[in-house]
């Protein structure tokens, strides 16, 4: 079987000078990948004939491609026959999107194979706690995705730039922090008077500021008030 793309020539020859000759062409087929396409599931071309490299590597049809990239499928034949196809297979991803705020922990699905989150290797592991994040997803031939997004942490009973007559009692849900530079645990009830600062930092720079007053509750003393005898003032916070 001769399935060898392109024009080729067939010389038949025989007894006393005889010699017949056959010009004919072999048109390639190919399935299963076009040229300009993206991919987002695994391609297996099947091509009819010729020397077929993948990347510049020696490539047998009906083999299925999965890895992540920019890929170039070329097939040569015969007197010069040559057919260059470019595809590329996209990454696939679930559960998270470039640009968005979040405050839950995100669980990616993603289906490269070269990440890395914030620089370090990642695969697909839930991220938790708050911070600003850098998703990286590379492949062949230069093929690269970046996403970007933040994880940020919800904060109850306080209000930035508050001022409170009572004990506050702040909540937190991701993160470490402290409370005019000492370490500060979520739920710890603040008595402490005057301007408080609490500061809630994350991964990557992530940062988050509150400050706050708490002022002294007096009761039983009034400023600039004249008194005879003794007074018994109660002072909370």
């Known amino acids: 079987?001769?399935?060898?793309?392109?024009?080729?020539?067939?010389?038949?020859?025989?007894?006393?000078?005889?010699?017949?000759?056959?010009?004919?062409?072999?048109?390639?087929?190919?399935?299963?990948?076009?040229?300009?396409?993206?991919?987002?599931?695994?391609?297996?071309?099947?091509?009819?004939?010729?020397?077929?490299?993948?990347?510049?590597?020696?490539?047998?049809?009906?083999?299925?491609?999965?890895?992540?990239?920019?890929?170039?499928?070329?097939?040569?034949?015969?007197?010069?026959?040559?057919?260059?196809?470019?595809?590329?297979?996209?990454?696939?991803?679930?559960?998270?999107?470039?640009?968005?705020?979040?405050?839950?922990?995100?669980?990616?699905?993603?289906?490269?194979?070269?990440m890395t989150l914030n620089g370090v290797a990642y695969n697909n592991e839930p991220i938790e706690n708050c911070g600003n994040y850098t998703l990286t997803i590379t492949g062949t031939n230069g093929y690269s995705k970046t996403i970007t997004f933040v994880i940020e942490t919800v904060?109850?009973?306080?209000?930035?730039?508050?001022?409170?007559?009572?004990?506050?009692?702040?909540s937190f849900t991701k993160g470490t922090a402290t409370l005019n530079g000492e370490e500060y645990i979520s739920g710890t009830t603040i008595y402490t008077p005057g301007v408080n600062t609490l500061v809630i930092t994350g991964e990557n720079g992530y940062s988050v500021t509150y400050t706050f007053t708490i002022v002294l509750g007096i009761e039983n003393i009034v400023d600039g008030e004249t008194y005879i005898g003794e007074v018994t003032p109660i002072i909370s916070g």
Do not use: C, W
């Open 1 to 114: 079987i001769y399935d060898i793309p392109g024009n080729s020539q067939m010389v038949i020859t025989g007894e006393n000078g005889y010699t017949k000759t056959i010009n004919f062409e072999i048109e390639l087929d190919v399935d299963g990948v076009e040229n300009g396409i993206t991919y987002y599931t695994p391609v297996v071309p099947s091509i009819s004939g010729g020397t077929i490299t993948l990347d510049g590597a020696a490539y047998e049809s009906e083999t299925p491609i999965t890895t992540k990239g920019h890929h170039t499928l070329i097939i040569t034949g015969a007197n010069g026959f040559r057919e260059t196809i470019n595809f590329t297979i996209e990454t696939t991803i679930v559960g998270v999107a470039d640009g968005q705020t979040y405050t839950e922990t995100l669980y990616p699905d993603i289906n490269g194979e070269n």
């Open 155 to 170: 904060i109850s009973a306080l209000t930035n730039g508050e001022t409170y007559d009572e004990e506050v009692t702040p």
